[in-house]
């Protein structure tokens, strides 16, 4: 398992990542907004423990920007704001749980390996819209002013991550991790691939929406 801790407390950090490496567990720890995302753009993580109160962006501003760019990971927001307000601002902010500092270790593993039990959500009639373009997620069908073309899974798949994080440039890694998974054994060629049907897709449904190559560095979705 691998975690994101985000936590400014560097005592707390220090001690937290000693608990991780007790039970075997990756663990990736930062401080502030920044890291956090130069984390996330670069690794899949099976769970993100993030601290509410944050110098600059706060832990709420940062999990309402992780679920903004379509990042679905399971977050445990961790805090000394315990009132019911507080619990319930963190959980409308997209938080999977909520977590009261001071808390014992065996708690907080606890909490995780709850989250790694609950089964995967499915979403239905889902659509997305960008640019020209429409991409239904539930027949994985792209289409623009009616003009219509079937996409393969993983053409959806990358395309979905293409939309939700649009205008930024996406790594190859990122690519690869988050559309084909952290442990698979595909090749970078593989993703150039895809991007090359993806482009095809869209002259297929003339569409003006363009895969922006980002030379060294990986691909960027553009009107």
């Known amino acids: 398992m691998r975690i994101l801790l985000v936590e400014d407390d560097l005592e707390l950090c220090r001690f937290m990542g000693f608990w991780f490496e007790e039970k075997g567990y990756l663990a990736d720890i930062c401080q502030n907004s920044q890291d956090a995302f130069y984390y996330l753009n670069r690794q899949v993580y099976n769970v993100v423990i993030l601290d509410r109160m944050l110098p600059g962006m706060d832990g709420i501003q940062i999990l309402q920007l992780m679920r903004k760019q379509g990042i679905t990971t399971p977050v445990i927001m961790v805090t000394a ?28 593993f606890a909490r995780i390996r709850a989250l790694e039990r609950r089964p995967v959500k499915m979403e239905l009639n889902r659509q997305l819209e960008f640019g020209d373009l429409v991409l239904d997620l539930s027949n994985r069908v792209l289409s623009k002013n009616g003009k219509m073309v079937e996409l393969s899974k ?26 084909w998974g952290l442990d698979s054994a595909v090749e970078e060629g593989n993703l150039d691939n895809y991007i090359y049907f993806l482009r095809r897709r869209f002259k297929q449904v003339g569409s003006s929406v363009n895969i922006r190559t980002v030379r060294s560095v990986g691909y960027s979705l553009k009107e």
């Open 154 to 179: 993983k053409e959806m798949d990358l395309l979905e991550f293409l939309i939700r994080n649009k205008g930024q440039i996406l790594t190859r890694e990122i690519l690869l991790n988050r559309v």
């Open 81 to 108: 704001l315990g009132t019911l307000e507080d619990r319930v601002d963190g959980l409308d902010a997209g938080a999977d749980d909520y977590l009261v500092k001071p808390f014992a270790p065996e708690e907080l």
